[in-house]
Each structure stands twice: as structure tokens, then as C-alpha cells.
């Protein structure tokens, strides 16, 4: 049997156990252990964790090196595949985030939850909403057998789109909500979490490839 054919790995098979491990760790490291966040607001810019965007690169630079413009033009055989992702991350999912988790936060829990405390929630859950996941997209199409040249296009589309899309979305939305984050928060965290991850990506690929070869690149890099 072919390694292709081996199914799911056990890192694969469990990664919902993972993940569920991952949270309580992150909740019992915040009520037992508060100086690490403590220490780790302190490298706060912007209402932006500084520890967090370099995590997040961290996570998010493989997928960029992937991500090939070129491609982009491709998509357009397949129209009906992007117009339901587009549709679905950036006409529906912000706005019915908005409506369920306000009717959860503002009114089911509103004698369990304070107002305050229930908009901040709101407000992150907007955050949350608003922006289409990105690296997380190549584990699941990897795990499903996906097309991955397909699911690369879709990735590039949508992260275009959050560059120009994600920030009066937000916007509108905790206005609504009469949360103000400041803009500078909103722009500083595409540019830390899209931008300066893209732009590393793309010119790392650029260089290998001239330098090494596309072989080099793919297979060996």
C-alpha cells in the first residue's frame, strides 16, 4: 500500500483531541499560571500581541510560500467553487456570526454574563467571523484528499479579498455593536498576519526557486 493510501496518521486522526488539549492548557495556564499572560501583554502594540503575531507567522509563512499568483488565472475554470467560498466568507459568515452571537451573549445569557463583558465577547467573536481561515484551509484539504492546486487558488483569492474586505467589515459590524476598536488595531493586524507573512513568503520562493530550481523548491524545501 502506498503512503498515499495509508489514510489518516495519528496526529491526523486525533487533531480535534489536540486542539481540545491545547485550549484547557491555554484556560489553566491563564487561572493558575497569570504571570505568563501577564508578561506576555507587557509586548503589546496597538491592542496587538506581539508573541501571538509571531506565532501566527510562524504557522501561516509555509502556507504562504505555496501561494503562486500565477495560479489565480486558473481559478477562472472553476468559477462556481469561488463564487460559493467568496459568497459564503465574506457575504454570510461575518453577518451570521454577528446575529448568533448576539442573540447568545446579549439575550439567552444576558443574567449570566455582564455587558460589558458580553460585548468584549461579541466583539471578538465579529473579530473571529470576519476573517477566513487561512492555514488551517491546507490541513483539511490534506486530510480529505483534496484538490490542493484548487484549494491554493481559493486560499490566495480569499486572502486578497481579507486584505481589502476585513477591515470595513469589522468596522461595520462592532459599530454596530458600539464597540470601537481603534483602525490602527484593525490595520496592524492585517498587515501583521497577512501582509508581512506574504510578502516573506513570496519573496523566499522567488529566491529558492531562481537560485535552486522549482524541483528544489517543492520536493526538498
Known amino acids: 500500500m502506498s503512503k498515499e493510501n495509508k489514510g489518516l496518521g495519528v496526529f491526523e486522526k486525533y487533531l480535534t483531541l489536540w486542539v481540545a488539549l491545547c485550549i484547557v492548557a491555554g484556560v489553566l495556564i491563564g487561572v493558575y499560571l497569570p504571570q505568563i499572560p501577564q508578561t506576555l501583554d507587557k509586548f503589546t502594540y496597538a491592542q496587538v ?7 501566527i507567522w510562524l504557522m501561516i509563512y509555509p502556507m504562504m510560500l505555496k501561494i503562486d499568483f500565477t495560479a489565480i488565472k486558473n481559478a477562472t475554470k472553476q ?10 466568507n465574506w457575504l454570510i ?17 444576558k443574567n449570566f454574563i455582564p455587558a460589558d ?8 467573536a465579529v473579530l473571529l467571523g470576519a ?4 492555514a488551517m484551509v ?13 484549494t491554493l487558488v481559493q486560499v490566495a483569492v480569499n486572502d486578497i479579498i481579507l486584505l481589502v474586505g476585513f477591515v470595513p ?9 458600539d464597540v470601537t476598536v481603534p483602525w490602527d488595531t484593525l490595520l496592524l493586524s492585517v498587515v501583521l498576519f497577512v501582509i508581512i507573512p506574504f510578502v516573506a513568503g513570496y519573496f523566499s520562493r522567488t529566491m529558492i526557486i531562481k537560485k535552486k530550481g522549482l524541483n528544489y523548491f517543492e520536493n526538498v524545501f
Open 79 to 88: 468559477k462556481k467553487g469561488l463564487v460559493v467560498t467568496c459568497s459564503t
Open 169 to 177: 467589515i469589522v468596522a461595520l459590524l462592532l459599530g454596530v455593536t
Open 138 to 150: 491546507f490541513v483539511w484539504s490534506h486530510l480529505t484528499k483534496g484538490n490542493a492546486a484548487y
Open 117 to 124: 463583558l458580553a460585548k468584549e465577547y461579541l466583539a471578538g
Open 131 to 134: 476573517a477566513p481561515c487561512t
Open 93 to 109: 459568515k461575518p453577518f451570521t456570526m454577528y446575529i448568533i452571537s448576539y442573540l447568545f451573549l446579549i439575550i439567552v445569557f
Open 49 to 55: 500581541s506581539i508573541p501571538v503575531a509571531i506565532l
